[in-house]
């Protein structure tokens, strides 16, 4: 078993930026792909990215390309996304996930945080 659990949510401005952390505990952190999707009010969960186990890009959505990156410090159990140049239409509930494989849906994904609120105001 993986808990998850998001921080580093909140408000910002159109064009600002937020860095998002998942701290883990449970089962050995190292040996899961780490990801995040989110879900915005009325639509499905979607996903944004994901990393190898030592921390590099794999997958990521085209709506946050050049914006948004994953990075992942295994000695602190923590994956962490940073987001940048924040668009309204990043707003959503931001979930991570662990999992074994390397994918871009939610059904690949075995473990998930309860979520934490990015709302980007125009």
């Known amino acids: 078993q993986v808990q998850l659990v998001e921080s580093g949510g909140g408000t910002v401005q159109a064009g600002g930026s937020l860095r998002l952390s998942c701290a883990a505990s449970g089962r050995t952190f190292s040996n899961y792909v780490m990801g995040w999707f989110r879900q915005a009010p009325g639509k499905e969960r979607e996903f944004v990215i994901t990393?190898?186990?030592?921390?590099?890009?794999?997958h990521l959505a085209a709506s946050v390309k050049g914006r948004f990156t994953i990075s992942r410090d295994n000695a602190k159990n923590t994956v962490y996304l940073q987001m940048n140049s924040l668009k309204p239409e990043d707003t959503a509930i931001y979930y991570c996930?662990?999992?074994?494989?390397?994918?871009?849906?939610?059904?690949?994904?075995?473990?998930w945080g309860q979520g934490t609120q990015v709302t980007v105001s125009s």
């Open positions: 996930a662990a999992g074994r494989v390397v994918g871009t849906a939610a059904s690949d994904y075995d473990y």
């Open positions: 990393s190898t186990l030592s921390g590099a890009v794999t």
